[in-house]
């Protein structure tokens, strides 16, 4: 005799109260909902290699959280021309690019301020003559 256990929860995506007998955060209707989405999504991103995640989203009426959800988990599999991809720096969607948006700006700022950095100290004798330096402690 298989002991299952149900339990009474709230469904994660409606909120109704059903009873759970495999661990399932979602109602069984939530879960034919999903999977409907989930092929949605596959079958979108298959006609449509090169759309970002947002085009999806639109396209599928899916949460762009949901799809990138699914690619993260190897659900999804995208192809080399996708122009879905997640930023190395931080892991969010970076629209086929390395970096996201805001890790660009980040690391633009970081490269300018560095490099102005090490002009600064590299060039006080060629011309930085108003660069105070007189005051050394040694
Ligand atoms: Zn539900
Ligand atoms: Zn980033």
Known sequence: MTESKSVLRNCKKCNRLFSSTDGSV???????????????????????????????????????????????????????????????????????????????RELEKGLKSGMEDRQAQRDPSRGGMHIKEGTQKK
């Open 26 to 104: 979602f109602c069984s209707r939530c879960n034919t909902d999903i999977d409907d989405e989930f092929t949605r999504v596959r079958e979108y991103i298959y006609d449509n290699p090169t759309s970002s995640v947002k085009d999806v989203s639109t396209g599928t009426n899916v949460s762009t959280e949901a799809i990138l959800k699914w690619i993260k988990e190897g659900k999804i599999i995208l192809s080399d021309s996708s122009r879905i991809s997640f930023c190395e720096r931080c892991g969010e969607p970076a629209d086929g690019n390395r970096f996201c948006a805001k890790c660009v």
